[in-house]
């Protein structure tokens, strides 16, 4: 069965560091989403992407952050700056369609800022 | 805005005993509903979603849920736990063109 895959699966690093989070959706799939989990809190929507271009964002999604698909394989999530408040579970997601279709995750990738 | 709450971070049932887990939503719109579930160092698998078709909904592995729309509630059951239903659980509303926001999980434990 095909699923989404991350990586890395752990990710260290220091405050004031970039970091790019790499995801690999499902082949067929359009859209494509960023969520992180704060350990103990709930999952939180960062961003949906959709034809290139980012289609609803929240409000944690800020100028620190972004988006791409370099190519047509992969989805990253870039930190720019991170804070030690960056530090969680950062999970992507993809879905064939947009209306309530079903979203497949990845297994996350757990950031940690020192 | 669409908001989820779910109450009770903490579900305990004994194995073979009724699962109930409360989700309630506020929504200006007809929502779109979800559950998922959550195992341990993994990412989260859907359960079942509600798309204003059936307000009862089957879901996968026994669950379902039924939509109130006089009460704003989503709550998810199961009439017989097992213990590879220990889990967490998050219900979700969908917002917007493709935003969703998640309630923060309750965690269910089944006791042998």
New interface residues.
Partial sequence: EPEVTQTPSHQVTQMGQEVILRCVPISNHLYFYWYRQILGQKVEFLVSFYNNEISEKSEIFDDQFSVERPDGSNFTLKIRSTKLEDSAMYFCASSEERVADTQYFGPGTRLTVL | AQSVTQLGSHVSVSEGALVLLRCNYSSSVPP?LFW?VQYP??????LL?Y?SAATLVKGINGFEAEFKKSETSFHLTKPSAHMSDAAEY?C?V?S??????????TKLNVKP
């Fill in positions: 779109y998922y160092n993994q990412g989260l698998q859907l979603k798309t998050f979700a969908k917007g063109f493709n935003k969703f926001y998640f309630g923060s999980g």
